[in-house]
Nanobody, 127 residues
Framework: QVQLVESGGGQVQAGGSLRLSCAAS????????MAWFRQAPGKEREFVAG????????YLPDSVKGRFFISRDNAENTVYLQMSNLKPEDTAVYYC????????????????????WGQGTQVIVSS
């Protein structure tokens, strides 16, 4: 199983930007579809963005579409989440997750599909 370490979280004012990174190790990164989830206090963890193994397909829910952008660098074993125009409701712990798949193009948005998770990075957006 791949090991994941997130970084880049912090506190920012509403309207600001952050870029989260997730570094993978321990297995072949390009064999994994990747995703970002988040969990706010008192709420269930929710899907934020997903990307296929080859980076050619992405999926983001309407709540973040147009503000968040997911990308990956298979040579650097890293997946990124660029977040812009942040809102207080984006405050949460952000987790990256990996799903081993033979498909180069599939994007997984269901939490149960992911078996490898990072420890999370806190994002706080103040109004």
């Amino acid at each position: 199983q791949v090991q994941l370490v997130e970084s880049g979280g912090g506190q920012v004012q509403a309207g600001g930007s952050l870029r989260l990174s997730c570094a993978a190790s321990g297995d072949t990164f390009s064999n994994y579809a990747m995703a970002w989830f988040r969990q706010a206090p008192g709420k269930e963890r929710e899907f934020v963005a997903g990307i296929s193994r080859n980076g050619g397909n992405t999926y983001l829910p309407d709540s973040v579409k147009g503000r968040f952008f997911i990308s990956r660098d298979n040579a650097e074993n890293t997946v990124y989440l660029q977040m812009s125009n942040l809102k207080p409701e984006d405050t949460a712990v952000y987790y990256c997750a990996a799903h081993w798949t033979q498909s180069l193009i599939v994007v997984i948005s269901v939490e149960l599909g992911y078996k490898s998770w990072g420890q999370g990075t806190q994002v706080i957006v103040s109004s």
